[in-house]
């Protein structure tokens, strides 16, 4: 972290002039999901984590209404001006914090010119939530340098609608509220519905999560996402309620009949889905962790076979966890198609696990796994007023 600042400084100074020195230093993680899978939009339960993988912005305020952005991921600048902000002419990274800023606007917030120098660590493409960390940290740099706050629910929604409304992904609410107001050493329990929330401590230092990416490009993932929603929307609309939170699977299990095919099979696994977040999230109260490890694997199954979000290299990393003694709990985690796995690890089990996707991964599939361990160092947003 100290590193990535003094980078970030060093590199505000070398682009818009020793004079501008940087006035705050923000971040906003990337999450994990470990459990409530496609539920979010089906006003369900989600339960993701922050991780430590961050979007770190330092900023300084302008007088003139000019947005100066340079990526050191990128190594590219872009601009935008805040009278002017419908114009869409940057490069494609640049539109996740031109929308935050219209949605600022929009909501009658104030954002003002700046100069920001931006790197980000979580990987892109690997269901980590790069860009909900991108708009979460746009809107706190804004917000810190305009002088004006934005209640962290709020921010959540309106880092959503940009995603939305400008850059064009119909994603639900759970990323960019996970980076907002995600904890690393806790569990966030969402309802989705009326965005009450809770975070359920999970430090036990017996255990740890890892996540393993497949480096499967996730090329389907777009046109697969909003087919499973209208899915998921006839189920509802079939079954007579608002949406799939509304229905239990006793109630399922009595008009289940009437559903064509897919839309029953993706309806079974969204209300089976939420149901095992809550019942989850009691075990992990009551430190059952080994109860906790099952829903995930019962999660996977569901995703793998009712939803069909999976692919061969997320099922081949679930196998091979699943061999692995000590290893309580594994699925694929966020979207699907690739990206990554998150599973739920005794600690003297991580090195057999690593070991055991390190040599089998490639031979199932021929790619290279990444594998990261969460730490129990701190994660989650903030803002750092810099001297
Ligand atoms: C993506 C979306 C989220 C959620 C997950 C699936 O990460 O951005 O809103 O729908 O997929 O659970």
Redesign the pocket.
């Known amino acids: 972290m100290r590193a990535v600042k003094e980078r970030l400084v060093q590199s505000f100074e070398e682009r818009f002039g020793k004079e501008a020195r940087p006035r705050y230093f923000v971040g906003a993680p990337g999450r994990v999901?470990l459990l409530g899978?496609?539920?979010?939009?089906n006003d369900g339960f989600?339960l993701p984590m922050a991780i430590q993988q961050e979007v770190n912005i330092v900023a300084a305020p302008r007088d003139d209404g000019r947005v100066r952005i340079y990526s050191l991921n990128f190594e590219q600048d872009a601009e935008l001006h805040i009278d002017r902000l419908s114009e869409s002419t940057g490069p494609r990274w640049s539109e996740y914090l031109r929308g935050v800023l219209v949605v600022l606007q929009d909501a009658g917030f104030a954002p003002r010119g700046m100069d920001l120098v931006l790197y980000g660590d979580v990987p892109a493409g690997a269901?980590l939530?790069s860009s909900a960390a991108l708009e979460i940290a746009t809107l706190l740099a804004s917000s810190a340098v305009s002088g004006f706050e934005v209640e962290p629910t709020l921010a959540a929604r309106l880092a959503q609608k940009a995603e939305n409304e400008v850059v064009g992904v119909n994603?639900?609410?759970?990323?960019q509220f996970a980076s907002r107001l995600g904890r690393k050493d806790a569990a966030l329990l969402l309802d989705c519905r009326s965005l009450d929330y809770e975070l359920v401590p999970l430090k036990d230092p017996a255990v740890r999560i890892v996540i393993v990416n497949s480096n499967v490009r996730r090329g389907l993932v777009d046109s697969a996402?909003n087919e499973r929603r209208r899915e998921c929307e006839e189920g509802a609309r079939l079954l007579g309620v608002p949406a799939l939170r509304d229905v239990t699977s006793r109630e399922f299990a009595q008009q289940r009949d009437r559903l064509p095919d897919n839309v029953r099979k993706r309806s079974q696994h969204v209300i089976e889905e939420n149901e095992r977040v809550l019942s989850a999230v009691e075990m992990l109260k009551k430190g059952d962790l080994v109860g906790f490890g099952e829903a995930m694997w019962a999660s996977h199954a569901s995703l793998r076979d009712l939803f069909e979000v999976s692919c061969p290299e997320l099922d081949a990393l679930v196998e091979i966890a699943r061999e692995v003694d000590g290893v309580l709990g594994s699925r694929m985690t966020?979207?699907g198609f690739g990206g990554c796995t998150v599973s739920l690890v005794r600690e003297e089990a991580i090195e057999r696990l690593e070991r055991a996707v390190r040599t089998e991964y490639p031979k199932r599939t021929g790619l290279e796994p990444d594998i990261w361990v969460l730490t129990p160092e701190d994660a989650g947003a903030f803002v750092e007023p810099l001297s």
């Open positions: 999901n899978e496609h539920t979010d939009y989600v269901g939530s994603c639900g609410i759970m990323d996402y966020g979207a």
